[in-house]
């Protein structure tokens, strides 16, 4: 089976830290760049993080720049989201994506289930 699968969520206090992992099964990260996302409740999702296909390039979106690293190791086909001095903004789940080839391509191939993250004291 072709999946993405997310772990590493919990609960945590303001100013804690959390890795997030996204695995792949049944398929090589290797040509695929990956992007984190996140939607909480009531809002919209959004963009958080991208790693292109050699870890070579990344960005993040200005909420989390400083705070959150994006990380891969293709020989275990996992890329991580180390999160920093988390607030309890970013409380929300977070979603993995693969997209072949490039962080600017706007249609994913894979999709994972994703994962809660719970910033609260």
């Known amino acids: 089976q072709l999946q993405l699968v997310e772990s590493g969520g919990g609960l945590v206090q303001p100013g804690g830290s959390l890795r997030l992992s996204c695995a792949a099964s049944?398929?090589?990260?290797?040509?695929?760049?990956i992007g984190w996302f996140r939607q909480a409740p009531g809002k919209e999702r959004e963009g958080v993080s991208c790693?292109?296909?050699?870890?070579?390039?990344?960005n993040y979106a200005d909420f989390v720049k400083g705070r959150f690293t994006i990380s891969r190791d293709n020989a275990k086909n996992t890329v991580y989201l180390q999160m920093n001095s988390l607030k309890p903004e970013d409380t929300a789940v977070y979603y993995c994506?693969?997209?072949?080839?490039?962080?600017?391509?706007?249609?994913?191939?894979?999709w994972g289930q994703g994962t809660q993250v719970t910033v609260s004291s």
């Open positions: 994506a693969a997209f072949y080839g490039s962080c600017t391509r706007t249609v994913y191939d894979y």
């Open positions: 049944g398929f090589t990260l290797d040509y695929y760049a």
């Open positions: 790693i292109s296909t050699s870890g070579a390039r990344t």
